[in-house]
């Protein structure tokens, strides 16, 4: 079930991160279970498809619409530079 933005102001960065992992984890079916949030999205096998479904499900979570966010290369680079973004959209 979506968050509403209102409700996201107490998250932290950690627990973002940890929400994508989970989803990263899912969407490229890891059978690991441990990714490193500061490894970058290609190098964890993440292509543009997977990214589409990376960002479905940061939109269904955190109620952003983050083509709308002028995402930028660096916000792109891994799961951590991805977590700070929607931190920083989140509050604010």
């Given amino acids: 079930m979506p968050t509403q933005k209102g ?7 950690e627990s973002i991160e940890q929400q ?7 969407i490229i079916s ?12 290609a190098s964890l096998g993440i292509d543009s498809l997977s990214l589409v479904e990376i960002f ?3 939109e269904n979570r955190f109620n952003l619409k983050l083509l ?3 995402l930028c290369n660096d916000d ?3 799961i951590h530079s991805l977590s700070n973004k929607i931190y920083s959209l989140l509050n604010g």
């Fill in 7 to 13: 409700n996201m102001k107490n998250i932290t960065i």
């Fill in 20 to 26: 994508l992992c989970t989803d990263v984890e899912i």
């Fill in 30 to 41: 890891s059978e690991t279970n441990t990714i490193d949030c500061n490894a970058t999205l």
């Fill in 56 to 58: 479905v499900a940061i």
């Fill in 68 to 70: 709308n966010t002028n």
């Fill in 76 to 78: 792109l680079k891994s």
